[in-house]
């Protein structure tokens, strides 16, 4: 599980034509069940870009807002 895929994933919805002519409304929030390794990896990936070095609690729920998109990750565990 790489961030690059839910940025394309992301990039790819906000940019359908049905999107872009109004025929298709993009969700405000999209849930994501993951295990805690991923959620943890995605997590530290993700604080890596922001450049947010505190490693703390990577494997809690947390959400990150893609193309407008508010990403909520949570564990199903």
């Known amino acids: 599980m790489e961030l690059k895929n839910f ?12 999107v872009k002519s109004g025929k298709f409304i993009l969700p405000k ?9 991923n959620i943890g990896n995605l997590h530290k990936e993700i604080k890596n870009e922001k450049k947010e070095f505190n490693y703390d609690n990577l494997d809690q ?9 508010n990403f909520k990750f949570k564990s199903d565990e």
């Open 61 to 69: 729920d947390f959400d990150v807002d893609i193309f407008g998109i």
């Open 29 to 37: 929030e999209i849930v994501f069940k993951l295990n805690k390794r």
């Open 7 to 18: 940025i394309d994933f992301a990039y790819s919805m906000v940019n359908m034509d049905e």
